[in-house]
């Protein structure tokens, strides 16, 4: 047999062996879809309880005429937009808003960079959930050149009494960060380009975040360690396992208000391995750049 013939004797042989493969792939994808749905109802009675307590948490708001403020930041498909979801599914919708801004027109351009931020502030009695936020200036739009290295820095010296006023004069500013690792907003990215029902949330930018991982890493250090500080805290929240970061957003949520009629039966104690605080978070990422030369998350 030449060795032509042999070649091609290999490569029919190769080719059910490469189907069988991809068949393997495909089933076990498939299985772990199946426990995916089994395991959904089980996940969402886990929130349920917490989801009643924000209840409480709302009218106490509503009684107390308070403003509460709940910053969403954080990398693309790093689990944001779910836990918002979870947090308000039962809420009034009288008195909560999710506010998720487009890109600025030209005339909000020209104002101050927080004008169009603070027209929607809370009244007296609401909670009002940004998903993302004015930090957009922090990390988004210097990465992409969106705002000049002038306008971020002047951001970064700003907002922390900016925040600290807000904070000064009653309103509840809790800001989350949702930290996910680069291999799994990779496979939340191959996920959505692959589900029809979630291509709508892939865009250009996102497209991106993959090639730009490490400067959006510099800009989150940077971020949270100028703007973390003992009056208006990051809190940084481990965004792997979506269901426990929903569980342990809440808590969180939950913590920051000593609100009437609560279960003390629950367990409102944010878990140490998914919830950590801004300064601590730095602290690890400095001990990962010395240990390894670059920051790791």
């Known amino acids: 047999m030449s060795l032509h013939e042999n070649a091609a004797e290999i490569e029919t042989t190769a080719e059910p062996v490469d189907e069988l493969s991809r068949l393997r792939s495909e089933l076990e994808n498939e299985r772990q879809k199946v426990k995916q749905l089994q395991k959904k109802p089980q996940r969402e009675a886990e929130l349920e309880p917490f989801q009643v307590e924000l209840l409480k948490l709302q009218r106490h708001l509503e009684k107390q005429d308070l403003r509460m403020i709940v910053l969403f930041e954080g990398r693309d498909a ?4 779910g836990t918002i979801r979870r947090v308000t599914r039962f809420m009034n919708v009288k008195h909560y808003r999710v506010v998720a801004l487009s890109k600025p027109t030209e005339e909000e351009r020209s104002q101050w960079y927080l004008q169009r931020y603070v027209a929607q502030f809370p009244r007296g009695g609401e909670m009002v959930l940004f998903d993302r936020s004015w930090y957009n200036r922090a990390m988004v739009e210097p990465v992409f050149g969106f705002c000049t290295d002038k306008e971020h820095e002047d951001f970064l ?18 800001k989350l960060y949702f930290s996910v690792t680069k291999d799994e907003q990779l496979r939340r990215f191959e996920r959505r380009l692959d589900d029809p029902l979630r291509q709508w949330k892939l865009s250009e930018v996102d497209l991106q975040a993959q090639d730009r991982w490490d400067e959006f890493t510099d800009r989150k250090y ?30 969180v949520m939950l913590g920051a208000i000593d609100y009437e009629d609560r279960d003390t ?30 920051f790791t998350h």
């Open 157 to 174: 010296r700003g907002v922390v009494g900016f925040e600290k006023d807000l904070v000064r004069q009653g309103t509840i500013l809790l």
């Open 78 to 81: 790093a689990g944001k937009g």
């Open 222 to 251: 940077e971020m949270l360690r100028r703007t973390h500080t003992n009056v208006t805290p990051w809190t940084v929240i481990r965004s792997g396992d979506k269901h426990q970061a929903r569980l342990n957003a809440m808590r």
């Open 265 to 294: 039966s629950l367990n409102f104690v944010p878990d140490p391995s998914i919830v950590v605080s801004g300064s601590h978070e730095v602290e690890l990422m400095d001990a990962a750049r010395i240990r390894q030369g670059k």
